[in-house]
């Protein structure tokens, strides 16, 4: 998995909050990576995931929890929707 790959995942989770009428949509890192299969394993892709979960991150979200390095499945982040065009 890459970092496109999360992207379009963390955007689609967002995208049906919205549709269903949400102000804003909590999300988890650990159950963002599972949606998309690879954790947990050997394998996986966590970190990227963070970083996505990070980058999306605009002035009006706010970080629920974080890990101590704030990369990590207890990531969780609640955006507010609409997102900016």
Do not use: W
């Not at 689609?12 to 954790?39: F, P």
């Amino acid at each position: 998995m890459d970092t496109a790959t999360f992207r379009t995942e963390l955007r689609a989770q967002m995208d049906r909050a919205h549709r269903h009428g949400a102000a804003h949509v909590e999300i988890n890192a650990r159950k963002l990576h599972r949606s998309l299969g690879g954790y947990p394993g050997t394998n996986h892709r966590m970190p990227i995931c963070s970083q996505v979960m990070h980058a999306e991150r605009g002035p009006a979200d706010e970080i629920i929890t974080s890990p101590e390095l704030g990369k990590g499945a207890t990531l969780t982040i609640r955006y507010q929707l609409p997102r900016p065009t």
